[in-house]
């Protein structure tokens, strides 16, 4: 399923309205027990008081029914043994908004996908999130206001990031760090943020001959520009987490706050470093209208055939997602690419 423009660029929610966050007192749905809960992972240690961008939010006790707004928020969830009872949909027709990755995580969960399985940042189901009744509301990767924040806590506590983070800038790591800190289970976290960054530093010493190149990593959605992912953004670290060089503008080009930064095609040079990655596995018809650009034709890293086409779905969704569940595979799958690419 394409990104539309509104999502490349995860516009923010317009603010909520305050009345409905009053339907918490709703009954749940007589089918939610199956939809998922805490699972068998050990309890963590509560009450807990996490600090954030729009101020600081108590969880009293282990939350049991758990609802993930951001896009990729139930990963990291997952990854810690618990399921949540709904998550917010990105892109991808998986059964409960699963990716192949996480699967064996989810186990025989059933979480509900919100309003119907298409994200709309202009009319948020606040109603369906209250008729949930949560005791934790997980909002990270996403561009929750602090208006939205103040509405969804009339719902169930909040956890949003600090404020280097918001506007869906928040990177793997601090995006587990902050989930395991909600469950009260911050270290057990932490260790997983170890381990996949350990399999980063293995790959990278696997492949000396990554470090110190530039790459870019591009993608193509709109006629006449080019998306190039800098910053934080979770494709760019991938790259740099390899000993890669990435690019922090291109030419006079700034990174929006979400790390994009868009390219017309006459600058289309400026993409000729090192190594050119498109990330393509939601554009099938990308490769073939980048490929058409007179321009592209003379690029040198193309002439040097140092361009890795990401073209299969779930390895590009894989390293779209960018969480602690889906790195690994991406890992797995793309260094070798990378190193043929790159020799």
Avoid at 113 to 120: A, C, K, P, S, T
Avoid at 225 to 235: A, F, K, M, P
Wanted: include cysteine.
């Amino acid at each position: 399923m394409p990104l539309s423009r509104r999502l490349r660029s995860v516009m923010p929610f317009v603010a909520l309205v305050t009345a409905v966050a009053l339907t918490a007192c709703s009954s749940a749905p007589a089918d939610q027990e199956d939809a998922g809960g805490t699972s068998g992972a050990e309890g963590g240690s509560f009450p807990v008081t996490i600090d954030h961008a729009y101020g600081t939010t108590t969880i009293q006790s282990e939350p049991k029914k758990i609802i993930t707004l951001g896009l990729s928020d139930q990963d990291p969830l997952l990854a810690l043994g618990v399921a949540p009872i709904a998550v917010a949909p990105w892109w991808g027709d998986y059964d409960y908004a699963t990716w192949p990755w996480a699967q064996d995580e989810l186990g025989d969960a059933k979480p509900k996908v919100l309003n119907g399985g298409e994200r709309n940042d202009d009319h948020p189901p606040v109603e369906e999130i209250a008729e949930l009744e949560p005791d934790l509301i997980i909002s990270l990767y996403n561009g929750t206001t602090e208006e939205q924040y103040q509405q969804l806590s009339e719902i169930a506590p909040v956890v949003v990031p600090d404020k280097e983070y918001t506007n869906f800038s928040i990177t793997w790591q601090e995006a587990t760090r902050a989930t395991g800190e909600a469950l009260g289970r911050e270290d057990e976290a932490l260790d997983l943020v170890d381990d996949l960054e350990r399999s980063f530093a293995d790959a990278a010493s696997d492949h000396p001959e990554f470090k110190g190149k530039k790459a870019v990593v591009a993608e193509r959605f709109e006629a006449g520009e080019s998306v190039v992912r800098t910053g934080n953004d979770v494709r760019a670290q991938f790259f740099s987490q390899l000993g890669f060089d990435v690019p922090k503008s291109i030419a006079e080009f700034e990174p929006n706050d979400a790390g994009e930064v868009y390219v017309p095609d006459e600058r289309m040079d400026e993409l000729s470093k090192d190594l050119l990655v498109w990330n393509a596995g939601f554009s099938p018809d990308a490769k073939k209208t980048v490929e058409g650009l007179g321009l592209y034709r003379d690029l040198p890293v193309v002439a040097d055939d140092h361009v890795l086409w990401v073209e299969d779905e779930v390895l590009s969704g894989a390293f779209s997602w960018g969480t602690i569940l889906s790195l690994q595979y991406a890992l797995d799958e793309m260094a070798p690419q990378i190193a043929k690419t790159v020799d």
